[in-house]
């Protein structure tokens, strides 16, 4: 029974880091999906959305404000306004002008950007970390005696990336933007016949995505209480990592690769060491990739003709 309680324990807190991963992952998902390319700049998106956060909570606390919703709300907002920004950006700089030439140029493109925003962040907060209070400091236990616990932050995590997930589902399947989003990762050609602007279509997936890594780094920087310039990289190549996982261009398996991702990281780090996690899932995507490298719930590429 106590090792069954340890691995409940396990589950627990990976499906809460899983959950993050799984939003940053649409992300990538998303542009994959609607461009056929990756936006590697979009770690470090999600970077800044923890910085602008900070700085929402840090001005506030200045001011004397200390109420804990005030503070979460305004992070929230801030970091999602100013990531969309970023992502409208990214689209209109880095993407939009090299779209219909060699692929391997909007790659380089995206990799410089990741460069440039990840030192304006540098020059502009210097590379010492910055520590985040978490909000909602405490737990209780899943299981009476403390055999399995659950913190208030991973119940607000959880509820978060749900209603952010069903909110992305609901907005993908029942509203017109939604349809002419799939509409255009079907057939970007027909669907500009058809008369709907994909240049207005592809800038908003760069928008949504960017929205949901901000989301993701707020939990996150709430959860562990620690921010630097450097966390962009490692976040945005697990994000990476989960959406191959699931299957790279599939909304679903973006959502599904970042919950396997985060539960074999929990798991391996028990087996392995906490040093060995990120170990664990790169093997997992390298086992993934040759034995199925569409992903979960992938499927293989079709050739239009």
Same mark, same amino acid.
Request: charged fraction near 10%; glycine fraction near 12%.
């Given at each position: 029974?106590?090792?069954?309680?340890?691995?409940?324990?396990?589950?627990?807190?990976?499906?809460s880091?899983?959950?993050t991963?799984?939003?940053?992952a649409?992300?990538?998902?998303?542009?994959?999906?609607i461009?056929?390319m990756?936006?590697?700049?979009?770690?470090?998106?999600?970077?800044i959305?923890?910085? =602008?956060? !900070?700085? *929402?909570? %840090? $001005? @506030?606390a200045?001011?004397?404000?200390? /109420?804990?919703t005030?503070?979460?709300?305004? #992070?929230?907002?801030?970091?999602?306004?100013?990531?969309?920004?970023?992502?409208?950006?990214?689209?209109?700089?880095?993407?939009?002008?090299?779209?219909?030439?060699?692929?391997?140029?909007?790659l380089?493109?995206?990799?410089?950007?990741?460069?440039?925003?990840?030192?304006?962040?540098?020059?502009?907060?210097?590379?010492?970390?910055?520590?985040?209070?978490?909000?909602?400091?405490g737990?209780?236990?899943?299981?009476?005696?403390?055999?399995?616990?659950?913190?208030?932050?991973?119940?607000?995590?959880?509820? =978060?990336? !749900?209603? *952010?997930? %069903? $909110? @992305?589902?609901?907005?993908?399947?029942? /509203?017109?933007?939604?349809?002419?989003?799939? #509409?255009?990762?079907?057939?970007?050609?027909?669907?500009?016949?058809?008369?709907?602007?994909?240049?207005?279509?592809?800038a908003?997936?760069f928008?949504?995505?960017?929205a949901?890594?901000a989301?993701?780094?707020?939990?996150?920087?709430?959860r562990?209480?620690?921010?630097?310039?450097?966390?962009?990289?490692?976040?945005?190549?697990?994000?990476?990592?989960?959406?191959?996982?699931?299957?790279?261009?599939?909304?679903?398996?973006?959502m599904?690769?970042?919950?396997?991702?985060?539960?074999?990281?929990?798991f391996?780090?028990?087996?392995?060491g906490?040093?060995y996690?990120?170990?664990?899932?790169?093997?997992?995507?390298?086992?993934?990739?040759?034995?199925?490298?569409?992903?979960?719930?992938?499927?293989?590429e079709?050739?239009?003709?």
């Amino acid at each position: 029974m106590p090792e069954l309680n340890h691995y409940l324990q396990l589950l627990i807190d990976g499906l809460s880091v899983g959950s993050t991963y799984a939003l940053i992952a649409i992300g990538y998902t998303m542009v994959y999906g609607i461009i056929g390319m990756i936006n590697f700049a979009h770690g470090e998106v999600y970077m800044i959305g923890s910085y =602008i956060a !900070f700085i *929402a909570i %840090a $001005g @506030l606390a200045m001011l004397g404000i200390d /109420s804990v919703t005030l503070l979460m709300v305004a #992070a929230f907002v801030a970091s999602m306004i100013v990531t969309s920004a970023y992502g409208y950006s990214i689209e209109r700089v880095a993407y939009r002008p090299l779209r219909g030439g060699n692929r391997l140029i909007p790659l380089i493109s995206a990799i410089g950007m990741s460069i440039f925003l990840q030192n304006t962040v540098l020059l502009a907060q210097d590379s010492r970390g910055k520590s985040i209070p978490d909000p909602l400091p405490g737990k209780f236990d899943l299981i009476a005696g403390g055999a399995v616990t659950v913190s208030y932050m991973q119940v607000f995590i959880f509820v =978060i990336t !749900f209603l *952010a997930m %069903a $909110g @992305l589902t609901l907005f993908i399947s029942r /509203s017109r933007l939604g349809r002419a989003c799939r #509409a255009t990762a079907e057939d970007l050609k027909m669907t500009n016949l058809l008369g709907i602007n994909t240049n207005n279509i592809i800038a908003l997936t760069f928008v949504i995505g960017a929205a949901l890594a901000a989301v993701a780094a707020v939990l996150i920087s709430m959860r562990y209480g620690f921010i630097n310039p450097n966390l962009g990289f490692l976040a945005g190549i697990k994000a990476f990592t989960a959406a191959v996982l699931g299957g790279i261009g599939s909304i679903p398996g973006a959502m599904l690769g970042g919950l396997v991702l985060g539960v074999a990281e929990a798991f391996g780090a028990d087996v392995f060491g906490d040093q060995y996690k990120d170990v664990v899932a790169f093997t997992l995507l390298v086992l993934l990739l040759l034995f199925r490298p569409t992903g979960i719930l992938g499927r293989p590429e079709v050739e239009k003709v």
